[in-house]
């Protein structure tokens, strides 16, 4: 893929969305009716999932909540362990486990086990958000986990809300501005730019990359990468300038998603 077809990636709006939120998908009444329950104990009884394959580290810390988004309610699973999380993704997904990298520490996925077919969970694992160090974000750390998770909640949500309203979620540079600038207003109030390029990987004014960015551009040919993280790097600018404009997310989420990052 060139430089040009990837950066022209955006999504067609509806000549008119419909009430919002949306009415809840079906599946999250089997969901909702339980409270205070133990994840995995669940997930086994309501599923027949085979939790007892995996050895869990931090069973205790496994929680479940239930997010309103745009696109109706989902449930939320967190961990606080990268390798519960990780053996969270195989039990719903029904397949192999995988080792994901320290900076992955969230999905929105559609569960593939029988039965629990169709149903989409978001899971989030408490961890500094892209592997960014609290000290390097000026923040204590207790602080600085709690934003982590206030991001990543958000960010998932909104990939779920493009699904939702407007048929589509990617892994795209453009997907992941529009989800973590949703995430910074949640977090800290505002989108910074410059707070984005520290998640991304990116120094303003560098066409180079050694973060996260890389991870959605896998489909580009090499030799135009640096024109990917030089239009990204722009466009974080004009990003931040939107944002002190409006401060309404579903204004925002319309124009982050139908506007491409270089048309």
């Not at 009430?19 to 027949?48: C, G, H, M, R, Y």
């Not at 986990?145 to 699904?163: D, F, G, M, P, V």
């Amino acid at each position: 893929m060139t430089a040009a077809e990837y950066l022209a990636h955006k999504y067609e709006l509806p000549k008119k969305f419909p009430e919002l939120p949306l009415a809840d998908e079906k599946f999250i009444t089997v969901w909702s009716a339980k409270e205070n329950f133990e994840v995995l104990n669940f997930l086994s009884q309501e599923f027949e999932l085979p939790t007892e394959k995996f050895d869990w580290k931090n069973i205790s810390a496994i929680k479940i909540e239930f997010k309103e988004t745009l696109g109706g309610r989902l449930p939320v699973i967190s961990t606080a362990n990268h390798d519960d999380f990780c053996q969270m993704v195989a039990l719903l997904t029904a397949r192999e486990l995988k080792k994901y990298p320290l900076t992955v520490n969230a999905f929105t996925i559609p569960c593939r086990a029988e039965k629990i077919y169709r149903h989409r969970v978001i899971l989030l694992n408490a961890a500094p958000y892209s592997n960014i160090s609290a000290e390097k974000m000026g923040l204590s750390v207790e602080e600085w986990l709690k934003k982590s998770y206030q991001i990543r909640l958000r960010h998932e949500s909104a990939h779920y809300e493009t699904l939702r309203l407007l048929s589509g979620m990617k892994n795209h540079a453009l997907d992941e501005i529009l989800a973590d600038c949703l995430g910074q207003m949640a977090a800290f109030g505002g989108f910074s730019a410059e707070r984005q390029r520290i998640f991304f990987g990116l120094t303003k004014g560098s066409s180079k990359c050694d973060g996260r960015l890389n991870f959605y551009c896998q489909k580009v040919l090499l030799e135009e990468l640096a024109e990917i993280y030089r239009a990204v790097n722009e466009y974080l600018e004009e990003v931040e300038q939107m944002t002190r404009k409006t401060a309404n997310e579903f204004a925002i989420f319309k124009k982050l998603a139908s506007r491409p990052i270089k048309a």
